[in-house]
């Protein structure tokens, strides 16, 4: 069941809050509980700014939401506060510049039950750029932001409009990987990096005129080992999703904190990713990457934005971002260079 009602729009130059997140129900709603969970939701997300999808299968819930940060906090909170449902895990959080479900104060899918009443695009006149919906839909879940870019400046270059593009192609793309998670067909960490791809596309659309301007590199980044650490593979896989991605690139492999805080001085970068082995579980080393950390930001204090880190002590999270002073602690290759995208954009709108 789909669900269109009210209409909130938003500024495309103002930032709004972003939020995924997947729990599960403590005991199998019916439909009528849905519905009524449904629409108290959609009266308090109208009055707060809120839109956003929730998916419902199984006994398990997977939600967006994105909107103001204020009237975001508000609806997070009494969604934790729910006793209907347990086992709440954040799988994203983050700002963004355009939204994706911007007609939706909720959308509700529920993919077992009452299909009969589901709403289904193709039950309408399809828009021309429909055909792309499947193969867009694909190159998210793939991670593919390469040739995402490479496919939405070929359709700008045919001359569609960014309204066109972001309501008739990248909000339906997304529905799209809504029922790839429904059926199984991709897990969440595909759907959120997924879902993460189409919002900064959606940015680009919307703040950029000319095609050309989605093919450009956007941002620098410097990949680095840890001072005197030999292993290197995590940074090798990492320079080629970066590389591919579109960002300027500059590898690093420092045998101290004092040469790697030199070079980020001397390059300017907007972003550094500092890895420990992704064989080896390196404790110990994590006071001497604290330190490394925080060298790395007073080597650039005017323009050095975010700084990441990696390495097995945070794919297996005995590690955190926060015990080291970074911000983001990537727990594997896919989808750093997205996430780090979004840091970036978030930490110039603060500055």
């Known amino acids: 069941m789909q669900v269109h009602t009210g209409i909130v729009r938003t500024d495309p130059n103002s930032w709004i809050g972003c939020l995924t997140y997947q729990s599960r129900a403590v005991s199998r709603p019916s439909e009528s509980e849905l519905e009524q969970l449904v629409a108290k939701a959609r009266r308090r997300n109208r009055s707060l700014g809120v839109t956003g999808m929730l998916l419902y299968e199984n006994g398990r819930f997977l939600q967006t939401l994105e909107g103001p940060p204020d009237g975001l906090r508000k609806v997070w909170a009494s969604i934790r506060a729910d006793e209907r449902h347990r086992d709440i895990e954040v799988l994203t959080e983050h700002m963004v510049s355009s939204r994706l479900f911007s007609d939706w104060d909720l959308l509700l899918y529920s993919h077992e039950e009452n299909k009969s009443r589901r709403h289904r695009p193709s039950d309408l006149a399809p828009h021309a750029l429909a055909h792309y919906v499947p193969g867009m839909a694909q190159l998210a879940l793939d991670g593919d932001d390469t040739r995402i870019n490479a496919r939405l400046a070929s359709i700008a270059e045919q001359g569609w409009s ?159 971002a926060a015990s080291v002073g970074a911000d983001h602690a990537r727990r594997c290759v896919a989808g750093t260079s997205v996430r780090l995208a979004q840091l970036i954009r978030q930490g110039r709108t603060l500055q």
């Open 162 to 320: 960014a309204d066109d593009i972001v309501s008739h192609l990248i909000e339906p793309v997304a529905r799209a990987m809504g029922d790839a998670w429904l059926t199984d067909r991709c897990s969440e960490f595909d759907l959120t990096v997924g879902l993460s791809m189409l919002q900064l596309a959606g940015h680009a659309v919307r703040t950029y005129a000319g095609a050309a301007n989605l093919r450009r590199s956007r941002y620098s980044v410097l990949l680095a080992t840890a001072p005197g650490e030999p292993h290197m593979l995590g940074t090798a896989l990492l320079a080629d999703q970066f590389t591919d991605a579109g960002w300027q690139v500059e590898m690093a492999f420092p045998g101290s904190k004092e040469a790697l805080a030199n070079q980020i001085a001397g390059q300017g970068h907007d972003a550094v990713d500092i890895a420990l082995s992704d064989a080896l579980p390196r404790q110990r080393a994590l006071a001497k990457l604290r330190e490394t950390v925080e060298a790395s930001r007073k080597a650039s204090p005017g323009h050095l934005v975010v700084v990441s880190v990696g390495g097995r002590m945070f794919a297996e999270a005995t590690a955190s």
